[in-house]
């Protein structure tokens, strides 16, 4: 690579001047973002992108689930497209960065690219991804699911949200239902840049992540079933309190997780009384876990122990534990092609950086079961996302985006 080429930089100002206009669309009052996915506020924050991709002379398409691919012509049109993207939706109180660091990131390098006169020998195609957040939505990470061939189109089409309204009708009324069917733009290999969700590199002052693994996932729908019965002529001994229950799980959840650590999570995230009341013994708990690890084996433990805890706590308690898997997502082991051209952008521009894993599902993840990916982490501010405080450095968000951009140049090529 010439010396001129490996100087490249992005334009900080401009990356951080995106990120705060883009912010505007469904800006809350304490500094963050509420913009679901195929909200009008979503509808808004795409013509943005459209039109600033369209200024950038890409050429944009939609496919029948709303995803935006904006191609930027390569050398040889014969070779498929280095995808570069992330997603513009967030949680109904999210922050800045989360999805956006990544696809305005893709956009800043296109144009550090003009600028530059760069041609790549491959295309480039920025991807901004339908619905990642999953809020609106089941499942999180939809589009890039139905992508790889996980879902149909017209399954992802017909799921709900809490008003009945379809993704269908709902990219309808926002003007997003394209005619590119899902799946036929092609890419030849994909790379995300995200903040990192956690506070390892924050902890230990690494400006770069290289993202080289994501978690496995394990879903539990749960259902305890004991006695509804009067809270003050019931004697201790012959009750079956369905809450009571549930505590012994929560705590056989930490304990198990604790045991399998460090690489394992687990949590019970939703519990609900079906008729709660202060005199009443609760007889009827729906519940929710979700355990997660690196490591297929370490997933198969996690799910014999908690089956086994589970039915020990019923019989003890003479009341029924059922638990149903509803979802099992696989570890994801990036491409390591693709992960050793992150490391090499990132020791190319002098940043300290360290190989991590992701704890949080992106779609890069389900994009690497058909496409070589992997991922580039930029530290936030006490590892907090998902919330309104949700913060990270200008400094930082360039670094990313600068790396994002050298593993983009060397795995599409640059005529010498
Ligand atoms: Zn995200």
Known sequence: M???LSNLQIDSGRLWGMIHETAQFGATPKGGVRRLTLSLEDKLVRNWFRSAC???GLEVQIDALGSMFAVRRGR???KPPVGLGSHLDTQPSGGKFDGVLGTLAALEVVRTLNDAGIETDAPLCIVNWTNEEGSRFAPAMMASAAYVGDFSTGDILSRKDAEGLTVGE???AIGYRGDTPVGAQRLGTFVELHIEQGPILEAEQKTIGVVESGQGVLWYDGKITGFESHAGSTPMRLRRDALATLSEIVLAVEYIAKKHGPNAVGTVGEA????PSRNVIPGEIAFTMDCRSVDEATMDALDGDLRAAAAEIAARRKVEVRLELIWRKAPTHFDPKI?????NAAE???YSHRRITSGAGHDACNLNTKIPSAMVFVPCKDGVSHNELEDATQADCAAGAN????TVLALAGVAS
């Open 403 to 406: 790396v994002l951009m050298h």
């Open 348 to 350: 190319l521009l002098g």
């Open 170 to 172: 709902a990219l309808q």
């Open 2 to 4: 010439s010396r001129a």
């Open 339 to 343: 992960v050793e051209a992150v490391e």
């Open 272 to 275: 609900v009384i079906a008729k």
């Open 54 to 56: 369209e200024a950038a």
């Open 76 to 78: 040889d049109m014969n």
